[in-house]
């Protein structure tokens, strides 16, 4: 969880700090920022309080430390019932740095001599002493406690040397974490991670730097690498997941334990307080005046406030869409809350646009009640068009978020552009030129289609909807020069899609000559069975001269005559009512250098 810290002015930088840090990006990669205004509602929780301490903030639920009974008391503010109440007030004692985890409230308290760590469950009512020791005869502190979900973290001097302590409230068991000599300060937990600084007063380094423990898996990692030569001043610390940041001489710095990169998140700009939960880190600027926030995953930094007086901001929060800090503003320390507005990304199901009907449903940034639509997070699109939801977070803010779909359900229509519409003895190019924007789902996905030979092609094509197409590009044009050949012709009826309005039949003529054999393929709407009906009586084999024939796209005559051809018809069940198969076949040999059309 992270950690707040108290700031005071005197802790102002000089300049020469600033070039450090300047000299010091050189090392590291830096984020540069453009600063807009947050969108969200900020509200006063106490007024003309003078001993305001340290802060903490969890969801909804605010403590901190106060002075109403004479002594550092610890006090709650429940942000959605708007309910202060008192956690801890001891006479005669101090409760100080509390942290607040769910229903877990736990802090430092000196009610028996010296410092020990409590807790209260909210839920309950109760108190427990969870660390208390002594060395020796001696008592000793346990102090600057943190708490992320059941772990609890602090500082224990039983050992004479200050070391750390977990305890897990699922199991009941205290672990020490640390066994070292080293100075260490403001342990921090987040998940299984516990950070914390540490200076190694017997070591040649003699800097403040930075460790991590994982707890998952018994590793001690340092974070930071500075020595007495690097001018190193860790002001504060905190981490959120997998995510370090820290402050030095005015700049904050982060480290992802992902990556292991560091990063320079802003240049120096006289930072002094910030507190970071999940991808957002808020801090103050320009001498505590002006709080900040940034998002770590648009690289975006926003201003939370706009004063027009210079107040000093402490001990800064941040719990989801929720910005809680403590500033003298009015001349006395308070409390102040500054909430986000709630907003919502759009879910579609099966998607923004589709060819029937599309659910959308409200993903809100935090918990929200919607105010329209029944209160239904969800909406269903018979028709292409938008629906605002609107909602309100538990702390009372409004938020919109609105869907807009496109439904169509008319399937995409084509036509075919190509290279060469004349006769040539080239390759002809086919391009697609769809009705609306589509994708190719054969053809490897190109909208283009190159013939070499004659024949045909079939397109198929989906729109953005999901709606499906074809288009049918043919191609008879292309010319052979062959010598010495003889040509075998085979007409038959091809399966006809169902948007062609006239049968269309498919030609297949073979040039057979030393070398090789060479296929044309190409389409006619002519019907051999008309042209062939006196030679088909009765399904039998007929023999008849090409000269008979009328129909020059089908056959074609041929100029010398006479040729004896063989004509065999015989029917097919696979093309339905378009039954007949024909095959003729030359029987003389074609003249040499002959320049043969398709069809000719």
């Known amino acids: ?30 984020i540069m920022i453009p600063t807009g205004f947050a969108a969200g509602n900020e509200r006063q929780i106490t007024f003309n309080e003078t001993h305001l301490g340290t802060l903490a903030l969890d969801g909804n639920k605010l403590v901190w430390t106060d002075r109403d009974y004479g002594d550092n008391d610890i006090f709650m503010y429940d942000l959605i019932s708007n309910q202060k109440s008192t956690v801890s007030a001891q006479y005669g004692s101090n409760q100080s740095s509390p942290a607040i985890a769910g229903n877990h409230v736990v802090w430092m308290d000196d009610r028996n001599g010296d410092w020990d760590i409590y807790m209260e469950d909210l839920s309950t009512n109760q108190q427990t002493r969870l660390a208390y020791a002594r060395y020796g005869s001696n008592p000793t502190d346990q102090s600057d406690p943190d708490i992320d979900g059941n772990r609890i973290v602090w500082l224990d001097e039983r050992n004479y040397y200050t070391q750390i302590y977990v305890y897990d409230l699922s199991t009941n068991q205290e672990t020490r974490i640390t066994n070292d000599t080293s ?40 974070i930071t690498n500075y020595s007495s030569s690097t001018s190193s001043s860790i002001s504060y610390h905190t981490i959120s997941g997998d995510r370090v940041i820290w402050e030095n001489y005015g700049s904050i710095y982060m480290y992802d334990l992902k990556t292991n990169q560091q990063t320079l998140i802003s240049f120096p700009r006289n930072v002094h307080a910030y507190a970071i939960d999940g991808n957002k880190i808020v801090y103050t600027q320009n001498y505590w005046s002006q709080i900040y926030l940034y998002d770590l995953d648009t690289q975006q930094e926003t201003q939370i406030t706009n004063y027009t007086s210079v107040p000093e ?63 239904s997070m969800t909406y269903t699109f018979t028709q292409s068009g938008s629906f605002t939801f609107q909602f309100v977070d538990a702390t009372g803010n409004t938020g919109s978020a609105t869907a807009m779909v496109t439904i169509d359900k008319i399937a995409p229509t084509a036509t075919i552009q190509y290279s060469n ?35 045909i092609f079939l397109f198929e094509f989906m729109d953005e909807a999901g709606n499906t197409g074809i288009a049918l590009a043919k191609v008879n044009n292309i010319i052979y020069l062959y010598d010495d050949v003889y040509r075998f012709i085979k007409v038959f009826p ?20 030393d070398l090789e054999m060479n296929e044309i393929r190409y389409a006619t709407n002519t019907d051999p069975k008309e042209l062939l009906e006196t030679y088909a009586k009765n399904m039998e084999t007929a023999e008849f001269n090409i000269t008979e024939f009328t129909d020059s796209s089908l056959i074609g005559e041929r100029k010398e005559g006479g040729e004896l051809i063989k004509l065999t018809l015989s029917k097919s069940d696979d093309y339905k009512d378009y039954s007949q198969i024909v095959e003729v076949v ?9 320049s043969l059309e398709p069809g000719k």
């Open 183 to 222: 100075i260490k300060k403001t342990p921090v937990i987040s998940g299984d991670k516990i950070l914390w600084k540490e200076y190694a007063w017997q070591s040649q380094i003699k800097a403040d730097n930075l460790y991590v423990y994982d707890l998952s898996t018994n590793q001690k990692k340092q």
């Open 586 to 594: 030359y029987t003389k040999p074609l003249i040499k250098g002959e």
């Open 494 to 513: 091809i399966p006809i899609p169902i948007w062609e309005k006239d049968p269309v039949f498919y030609m297949e003529t073979t040039y057979l000559d």
């Open 421 to 455: 519409t004349g006769l040539t003895t080239k390759p002809v190019t086919a391009t697609l030129i769809p009705s609306e924007p589509v994708t190719v789902t054969n053809n490897g996905g190109s909208f283009e289609y190159t013939f070499r030979k004659n024949s």
């Open 1 to 30: 969880m992270e950690r707040t810290a108290v700031v005071k002015k005197s802790d102002r930088m000089v300049f020469v700090r600033y070039v450090l840090v300047l000299l010091m990006v050189v090392f590291s990669f830096c």
């Open 313 to 375: 901001v402490r001990n800064l929060a941040i719990s989801g869409n929720t910005i809680a800090w403590i500033d003298d503003r009015n001349g006395y320390w308070d409390v102040y809350v500054y909430d986000f507005m709630p907003t919502g990304t759009i879910q579609y199901n099966p998607w923004v646009t589709a060819n029937q009907d599309i659910v959308a449903t409200l993903k809100p940034s935090e918990p929200v009640t919607v105010t329209n639509n029944g209160g």
